[in-house]
């Protein structure tokens, strides 16, 4: 492992410094530091884990619900059947397809939103714009917007600091906003964009 081969390492810098080769003593200092080891440590840890993570047992288990109750219905009500449909039924079921469309969402490792593909036709004179995604998550944007005086455009007022438009590092004060989630901004009020944001 990694801290197999630092300690190998640190054994030939300690040799080195014995003999006081210029630059040794500052890198053996650096290779030795607790914040450095606990990087590794955690590496390795990422590394074995990616080596042995679990694999789903289905990617559709929503779909599989959906062919279970069918077939429920058209079965022969036996005692094993009717006990099935009493468990589909139990509360922690009630919500089973939001639950169940979370599961197939993380076993099929779709997390993020997909972007639309950029248009072919775009003027070589075409202003430079960006595509820009940001998932909220119930937490404030973050940033705030005006119309500018002259052109009447809505541009990003101000970034909060800390806030999740600045942690993105995605949006600037003064960048011009086209289009949100879809919409089109040209003609609106800053109060109308809020609420599409």
Known sequence: GVS???TLVLQELSLLCKRDVNGVGMLYDLLRSRWLQALLKIYECLQHYLGKRPVPVM???RALNREVVELLHEAPQSGEIKELRRLLRAPHF????AL???HDAVAQKDFEP???PLPDNIPENEEAMRIVCLVKNNQPLGA???RHEITGD???ARVIHGGLADRSGLLYAGDKLVEVNGVP???LEPEQVINIL
């Open 4 to 6: 197999h081969v630092l």
């Open 59 to 61: 990617l559709q288990a």
């Open 94 to 97: 009630k919500a089973s397809p």
């Open 100 to 102: 169940l469309s979370a």
């Open 114 to 116: 997909t972007l639309p």
């Open 144 to 146: 705030t917007i005006k």
């Open 154 to 156: 809505i541009t990003v």
């Open 185 to 187: 901004v040209e003609g």
